[in-house]
């Protein structure tokens, strides 16, 4: 009889509480908010995540899951903790509201980057950042800036500030255009992309030693610096980051693609370094009207024995007037996609290069794709691919295509 009573006791308590519940309303949905990319630190030690409410400005919390210790940032963004988990870095930008009216009054809006002591608190800024990087032995913060909004260079460079964490020294390199450190982090690449392109190259930048190695200069274009530990487990990142790989380009007047060759370099850290050139004409099969293309993702394979590139016909310009404009859509019911599947996949397309590869002892280029086989993708053992042939299965359905996978050697 008890046990009755006093189910009929909750029961009413839990009816009670029910009925005295407010009902939600519109007013109340502003007041709620969600917790959005959450972190933790290598150690444990340290836990990140952001709030953000609804219709409003995200605040970033990191706090210290053995301490009460907690850092509060308005307005921050994308944490990331150091490896060593003594440092961390984030973005912080305008609010919403102050976001609104720059973006009315035409102006730009910049992020400012922030370093952050973990144990003492203390903070190092760089405003107008394009993006920041601490390298993984958490020796040094990297941030490329923006250009302030009075300059109107039409060259890609910017000013890259490398601050050095044991002694806090700040070093500024102008005019670069991209950089990548190895994994070990103790190389820092860089290409310069300057006015009139007097002083464009490649450059290395020891992070041990502050020594500065010019790998290659040329009035022209550098791009998609690459290491050969890109995608190297922890283990090997002693054995890998030794070598290099970059597009070097030009365009004409007359051509709608840049022409361009790839650097190979090889123990960049010694003096004995090598340097290795390939272009079009140098190597032998590839198709006269084809060119190595920047929207090809230059790399190299796992075993660092092969460079990855694609390539891709080259296109002459046609001056546009309302006689060469495009204004009408053509499709015909025996192509393989229907039109808005066309008209989805255009820029795509427009990209689209044939992967090959370079051996880099023997120089040998081999064609991996072709416009039979156009999807390849190199697994971790560079013996073996699986390519995708979408076409010969592919159905006139928007929900999707089905395509046939197969293993290559």
Known sequence: MKKIYLFLAFFVICVTSQSQQKPLSIKDYPQWSKIISPSISNDGNWFSFAKRPNGGDDTLFIKNLNSEKQYKIQFGFEPNFSENSLWVTYLTKPSKEEEKKLKKNKKPVFNTAWLLNLESGEKFSVERAESLTINNNATSLVVLRKKPTEDNSKHDGKDLIIKKLADGSVNNIGNVSSYQFNKKGN????????????????????????????????????????????????????????????????????????????????????????????????????????????????????????????????????????????????????????????????????????????????HTFSKLADESIRQVLISRNPLYAVAGDEKTLSGRCELGRIACRFISD
Not at 259 to 267: E, G, Q, V, W
Request: aromatic share 10%; proline share 1%; glycine share 4%.
């Open 187 to 362: 190389l820092l690449a860089y290409t310069v992309d300057a006015d009139s392109k007097m002083g464009n190259g490649i450059y290395l930048y020891n992070i041990t030693t502050s020594e500065l190695k010019i790998l290659d200069t040329d009035t022209t274009t550098y791009a998609q610096l690459a290491w050969d530990d890109a995608n190297a487990l922890r283990r090997d990142w002693d054995k890998k980051g030794k070598n290099l790989t970059v597009l070097k380009g030009y365009a004409t007047d007359t051509t709608l693609h840049k022409n361009n060759s790839i650097l190979a370099f090889t123990d960049v850290a010694t003096s004995q370094y090598k340097k290795q050139l390939f272009t079009t004409s140098s190597l032998k099969g590839v198709p006269s009207e084809m060119i190595i293309s920047e929207n090809g993702n230059l790399r190299f394979t796992e075993d660092g024995s092969s460079i990855l590139f694609g390539i891709r016909p080259q296109e002459r310009k046609i001056k546009m007037n309302k006689d060469t404009v495009a204004n009408v859509d053509v499709w015909h019911w025996k192509d393989d996609d229907i039109q808005s599947v066309q008209i989805r996949r255009e820029e795509q397309n427009k990209k689209f290069t044939y992967l090959c590869a370079i051996d880099l002892a023997n």
